[in-house]
């Protein structure tokens, strides 16, 4: 506890006029700042919310003040309180309109993106039905062209066992007429050879 009270002591001493140096070195070793923040007499605990609980928010907001900062903050007036306060308030409101500027150009983006995969899913649809009637219109002809095969394949089979019926009609006529031609040979007597 004596370290604090050392601290302490050099911190009044640093910063007994408005004009204390912030960065002022201390000629004895810093303690450790380990902060305890209360609401209505009781520590925060990790139920407590900032966001829905006023009193909480107001709570850390006062207790994360360091006790250096205590000691700059009580050597101001009055006025260069209220002006330092506006000048932190203005600074936060551009850092948020600056986050809330990000947030909306960075939802402009995406909506952007959204639209183009949008129009490219289109775009992938209409190709994939064109793909898929342009596959129909193959396969249908391709049936087209598998029963006009069926049909010329029945047609020249059946017109070959046509013809091999004739051929083997034609060569049994053959051999009966050739038969004839050897049975009128064998009646006719024969003729004198010509010198």
Known sequence: MSNIFKVLKALTMSSSSSNANPNHVLAVEPVVWR??????????????????????????????????????LAARTD??????????????????????E????RRLELNTQVLDLHHQIKNLR?????????????????????ARV???????????????????HMHKQFEEFRGMIDHQDENIPNRPRTV
Not at 102 to 105: D, G, K, M, P, V
Not at 126 to 146: F, S, Y
């Open 35 to 72: 902060t305890t923040f209360e609401v209505n007499g009781r520590p925060v605990t990790i139920e407590d919310t900032v966001m829905d609980n006023e009193d909480t928010a107001i709570a850390v907001a006062r207790d994360m003040i360091l006790p250096r900062d205590e000691i700059m």
């Open 79 to 100: 006025i260069e309180a209220v002006n330092q306060s506006l000048a932190l308030s203005i600074r936060a409101t551009s850092s948020l309109v600056n986050v809330a």
């Open 102 to 105: 990000r947030l909306h150009a």
């Open 126 to 146: 209409n190709r994939l039905r064109d793909k898929r009637r342009h596959r129909n219109n193959l396969e249908r002809r391709n049936q087209e062209l598998n």
């Open 150 to 168: 069926d049909f010329w394949r029945d047609y020249v089979n059946t017109r070959h066992l046509e013809f091999e019926e004739e051929m083997e």
